[in-house]
């Protein structure tokens, strides 16, 4: 195993293989079990894509293939938070270039990067689909419409603010 790679439960590839024995053929299914392990895992390192080629009796090759080709499968850890910022054209003509900017520099990182704390993770996305709201960041599936430079700072506060409820729920 790599230094950097994370080590994961038993548990969590013993719930990943189970899954792909449910399945009443594999054939043709190997999205469908990648977004399963997502699910699992949180990401898909190559220890997980491995996995999952030696359950399907395929090329690790192929699996990563797959992996590398959708950009909904990332390699990496997300944070615990995700920021889509459309970037689509109606977004963009209204403004989605400036908001994704100030994301990036009040977050302190790149498009498609974490946070430090893990607490975010930045992405600039095609389309989300709500034109009609342009320009439209989506955070944890909750779309924001009509967004504003000016909203940035609240829309980060926000969650932030239930991470610390959450802490102090603990913390009682």
Do not use: W
């Not at 195993?1 to 990943?16: A, C, G, V």
């Not at 992996?67 to 997300?78: L, Q």
């Not at 930045?122 to 389309?127: A, E, W, Y």
């Amino acid at each position: 195993m790599k230094p950097l790679e994370r080590e994961f439960p038993k548990k969590m590839y013993d719930e990943l293989g189970a899954y792909i024995e449910s399945l009443e053929t594999t054939k043709g299914a190997l999205i469908e079990i990648l977004h399963k392990a997502q699910e699992i895992f949180g990401y898909l390192p190559r220890d997980v894509q491995l996995f999952v080629a030696r359950k399907l009796g395929i090329p690790g090759a192929e699996v990563y293939g797959v992996v590398s080709f959708y950009s909904y499968f990332t390699t990496k850890p997300s944070g615990k938070h995700i920021i889509s910022v459309c970037m689509g054209t109606a977004c963009f003509v209204r403004g989605a270039d400036k908001i994704l900017e100030k994301f990036k520099e009040r977050l302190g990182i790149e498009s498609n990067e974490t946070t430090e704390d893990s607490l975010f993770t930045l992405k600039d996305v095609r389309c989300i689909g709500a034109c009609g709201l342009a320009p439209v960041i989506m955070v944890d599936g909750k779309v924001y419409g009509r967004v504003k430079e000016e909203d940035v700072d609240a829309i980060i506060n926000e969650y932030r603010g239930k991470e610390a409820k959450e802490v102090d729920k603990v913390l009682k």
